[in-house]
């Protein structure tokens, strides 16, 4: 049976680990040093290892101390730990779920609505977190079935003594109305549950217990923010529906009124805005003229140098506003140079606000707010070129270890590329309109493009995984496992719906099957038939160097050299890997020094000046290291 002692240990320990982690990750997002940042890295991957087998055996010591049924004393003992560990930010997806739907049973049975606000908030928002970057429309509803429950225990809000636990109620009601434009079909349901929030915080009840709390304010101002963001989609709701929104806008549009609604600039001024707008009182071109007026000239400049709120505030207005933007002209149904006629005037100081701001700043609350601001801007921007950086930007380098990875593949793809164009140029024969060996020689320069860009991109996918996983200080659960091995199919469907990266859709999707196709994910992919097969397996082996040589970012492994790898590389030609691609690396010494160096002691540099793009250092800025 569980004790105390036992579930204090663990909490004592699993947060020391997650804390000496993200206290290394903070370091090397500080150190200046080149030679320091590389001593510190190394330090970092033998303490992940180190941290990786302590939790492993934590994790195995609790549950065999645990009864087959948990009982309602280890019950409160788990609940305690899950809860401690949510309210201080340790979001481990396993730890949590795992936790909570032990426990979840006991707690139904006792029908004690404070317990479970917590444990029905606490799994929808793990859920939530997990899923909703992938798109896993099963682990997202799975998500808002248990925002739902929470929501139900309202009526019980005067039994619930926590005010922790009464604002995770007004939370839920907010994740239910972001949440369900995307993952549910039912487009009134968040028309309702905003109706009913306002209803709850205006009963009597409510307002006796938690009339001066002001998160729980804070909080349905962001519920009135998601329920105006909704308005982009109101061309999809029936007539009866649409007159519902826009009455309930009324109302929205008279608390921003009784704000600051008539100070130009504001978050309340926004709403006003739009509000008329959408009712028709104010033309699309003067809504315009406003909204870039705000961008251009009111709202200020945040300022990146430190984690203050109020900068955050100032990132969120201008993300908002240029958002609005955005919204409008896809209502106006420009396109080409009508559009771009609007667009000129406010993407460049957007851009120059939202497309820049630094890792370190708010990272974990910036990174959904990149992925939504990519999504809102990438279709208006023009240029392949240019969508392709802003990708790289806004999704790839929010994810440190992924953009470090992609940078180390498409090096190693490019150099073994040019030796395939050297040695065996007609493998390009048929690639992206080449169609003589003649033609691949005089491309030469677009190939190597090629195979770079489709170096950096292959793993795009892996960055909408959540960062729990990219934590690696533990093993993988199944859930969590299954979710990693989506990251292909993710990224294809991103492919899909950006020009810039179509072209490379196939490598995105295609580049963990094996050279025979027989193996490897998705299942149902055959990478035989590509038209840019050769390029699929190049950017296979580039990814198996790399991540086989790797010795500073897996804490699941110690990474082999070079040598040791290019041994299984030939031991699997022919059916994992391309055995011309693998007989052109054996038969050049060359490139086994070049591929030596650079997944040995050449990976600090590349992993250094990658890190130092990351925080936003121009690359003739940053110098070599020599080890």
Known sequence: MLERKLAEKFRKLYTENSLKLKNYDVQLFTLQDPFDWIQLLSERA????????????????????CSEEITPEEAELLYDLAIGFFLDDHHDFVVLTEFCERILPVFVDMDEPEFLVAIYHVLGSEYAKFYRSVADKNGMQTALDYFRNSIKEAGRYSQISSPEVREFI??????????????????????????????LWENENVQHIDADNDSIKAILSKIDDAFVAKSRRL?????????????????????????????????????????KYLKGEMPPEEIMEKLIKCINEVIPAPDYENDDPDSFELVMRHFKYACTAIMVIEKMGLEGREREKWTDRFLPK????????????????????????????????????????????????????????????????????????????????????????????????????????SGLVHDVGKCYIPDT????NRSLNTKEYATIRKHSEVGYREAKENTALLPYADVILGHHKHYDGLHGY?????????????????????????????????????????????????????????????????NSKKLINEL??????????????????????AKEDIADIKI
């Open 469 to 472: 996983i990219n934590r690696q």
């Open 170 to 199: 007004f939370q839920d009601y907010l994740f239910l109305i972001t949440y369900l434009t995307g993952f549910y079909t039912d487009k009134t349901e968040s028309i309702r549950l905003y109706d009913e929030v306002w209803a």
């Open 46 to 65: 033998y303490v992940m290892r180190d941290v990786f087998e302590e939790n492993e055996e934590l994790m195995a010591e609790l549950w065999e101390n």
């Open 235 to 275: 061309d999809t709701l029936e007539e009866k529906d649409r007159e519902k929104y826009l009455d309930l806008m009324a109302k929205t549009n008279e608390r921003a009124i009784k704000g600051d609604g008539d100070k130009i600039g504001t978050p309340n001024y926004r709403t006003c805005c739009t509000y």
């Open 350 to 453: 957007s851009m120059s606000i939202l497309s820049n701001v630094p890792y370190i700043f708010f990272t974990g609350e910036m990174q959904p707010v990149c992925e939504q601001w990519y999504r809102a801007a990438a279709p208006i921007i023009t240029g392949e070129l240019s969508k392709v950086q802003f990708i790289m930007q806004m999704i790839v380098r929010r994810q440190p270890f992924t953009y470090i990875h992609s940078q180390m593949v498409a090096k190693i793809a490019t150099l073994i590329g040019q030796e395939m164009i050297e040695k065996k140029p007609g493998l390009f024969v048929g690639i992206r309109g080449i169609e003589t060996v003649e033609e691949v020689q005089k491309n030469k320069a677009y190939l190597l493009s090629f195979i770079t860009t």
């Open 522 to 586: 998705p299942l149902n992919y055959d990478n035989t038939k590509s038209p840019i097969r050769i390029i699929i397996d190049l950017i296979s082996i580039a990814d198996s160097v790399e991540a086989g040589t790797d010795t500073l970012t897996r804490s699941y492994t110690k990474g082999k050299d070079f040598n040791r790898l290019l041994n299984e590389l030939k031991n699997e030609a022919g059916t994992r890997y391309n055995p011309d691609i693998v007989k052109i690396i054996e």
């Open 596 to 617: 030596d160096n650079l997944t040995g002691k050449g990976r600090y540099d590349m992993y250094y000046k990658s890190m130092q793009e990351i925080l936003g250092k």
